[in-house]
């Protein structure tokens, strides 16, 4: 043991951790990507490669050498949310980005902190382009069993789901779309995923979030999922009701960190999971050399990260969402 | 509701959160103190006003227009110690600090991050001139109550205490000092001042920690706490065994954001109870606009914020706790 420990002596969860923060702890100091510049408000960052096809529509985005800027002219969310549109459709049928294959005809807002004003909407497929943060609620359906104690719930996601076909993931999980509220999603979404009658969704407990920020082929994913446990008899299996499950398994928590670890388990569930052995003290600072480090990587500062530039570019005011 | 909101709308909690990491969201990224390198890494950061006193030393402290350093020359964690410990006292005599009144003959660690070896060891009175990271262990102690719901029980700190005296606590906390384990010193404490009993604390569980950094005049703060949930019988009372508590008091935790709002309450200790509030679904999204900004700043990047300048100063080896 030194007084710094080489990448190699890293815990596997820890690289898990880092895994799906690939973006905040390697590429978000890099000065490739653009800030995204909705009404004077960072809502998000753009790639190079996004960059690239952006320039074709001069109306729509405004490219300085700091920032990629929407329109100002552009009225009202109405406005914004329609010209944006057009673009993506055009990228969509043009096979511009792979993203857009996925095209869901379900709408995300885009705005500068969850609690703040929607500027503009977007279909939840093209979010990853321009790194808008994500939205979504995840619930750990557990078991507290006499003999095996703890037992966590997984879903195998369909094969023809857009995104992640075939992935181990968390019991139910879903996006925030425009509308919706968050209880509201958790409680629709695991009536849809698992079946759960409404009496057992009397147990649903938001316990927090989790933050994090990836990055794939696709996009940038800055994300915050809510985050439930929902406590349910021994007896109850989930069954799938809206066709996008293959199956369900449960494992006693002790099986379940080489089942996040595993190459067939969604990436981007592995927080959620995470976060609920720490809560319930199974993954400890004397088991887990990453402990601390694993923690502050499930929490990344995803609401101030794009403060920073309000800050700058404004000088009235102070959003509420810079740290 | 704008797309940015002012101060004045920010709600009593993240103000609180702010509170708890003043040093964090406003202090930190003013160049008014100096990294404090102890082997080549950073382990601290010196105010002005400690670097003023630390000049007379300089056979002790190189200090230089971007850091302050312990002498290289100095062998091993042996030599460190005593060469630190010689100073410290002599500021004592002196009344040079006012956090040295506070005397502890109890030593804390001082390394690059919880699990690397420890690079010298400091009277826990004198960490925060140096702002090096402390750690400790909170107990929530808590009642199923069958009427009143989920109650928790707090602790009033003696009028004699070196630090907060007289101010309303987590029923039971204590520092990591050198030698000591997490959960043999959470259960140590929790004898000590609250009279648990053993076959009670097989109820202990460490649900995962909480990182701030705070600035008083005595010093800086960067604080990570290990958070243990403690169910407790309706009819078990604590009582203070080692003379450091004044009083105990059980609320329902619908009581519980007055009093941690009240000025009787210790700064430092709010969020082990908000987190409690949080991961018990009792604080949520629905109910407190600050909820995304207060997690992410019950978790601000601790095990990484010194960590730049590792990276900055050594070509060689990537520290486990650079992000």
Not at 81 to 105: M, P
Not at 149 to 176: A, E, I, N
Not at 186 to 192: D, L, P, S, T, V
Request: charged share 25%; glycine share 6%; with cysteine.
């Amino acid at each position: 043991m030194s007084a710094s420990t080489d990448v190699k002596d890293m815990s596997r969860l820890l690289k898990l951790a880092k895994k799906f923060n690939c973006f905040y702890v390697s590429g978000f100091n890099s000065s490739e990507c653009k800030p995204f510049i909705v009404e004077g408000y960072q809502v998000g960052l753009i790639r190079p490669d996004v960059m690239k096809q952006l320039i074709y529509f001069p109306e729509v985005f405004h490219i300085t050498a700091g920032c990629v800027e929407l329109n100002p002219a552009f009225r009202d969310y109405q406005e914004r949310s329609v010209k944006i549109d057009e673009v993506l459709r055009e990228f969509r049928c043009k096979d511009t980005f792979v993203t857009l294959k996925g095209w869901r005809d379900e709408c995300f807002e885009v705005k500068t902190g969850f609690n703040t004003q929607s500027l503009l909407k977007m279909d939840r497929s093209a979010t990853c382009l321009f790194g808008i943060q994500n939205y979504g609620i995840s619930i750990n359906g557990f078991v507290k069993h006499p003999e095996k104690g703890h037992c966590l719930w997984f879903q195998k996601r369909s094969s023809t789901k857009q995104t992640w076909p075939g992935k181990w993931d968390s019991m139910v999980s879903g996006g925030l779309s425009v509308g919706h509220g968050i209880l509201e999603t958790a409680n629709k979404e695991a009536m849809e995923e698992a079946s759960v009658p409404p009496i057992l969704l009397q147990n649903l407990i938001n316990v927090g979030c989790v933050s994090f920020y990836f990055e794939s082929e696709r996009g940038l994913f800055p994300n915050t999922e809510f985050v439930f446990d929902l406590e349910l008899p021994v007896e109850f299996v989930p069954e799938n009701a809206d066709g996008e499950v293959e199956s369900f398994e449960i494992l006693p928590v002790s099986k379940c960190i080489e089942k996040m670890l595993a190459d067939d388990f969604k990436t981007t569930s592995a927080p959620v999971v995470l976060d609920f052995l720490i809560r319930h003290g199974v993954l400890t600072a004397e088991n887990e050399p990453g402990y601390l480090n694993i923690i502050e990587l499930l929490h990344v500062p995803l609401q101030t990260i794009y403060g920073r530039y309000h800050n700058e570019v404004r000088e009235n005011g102070i959003a509420i969402n810079s740290a």
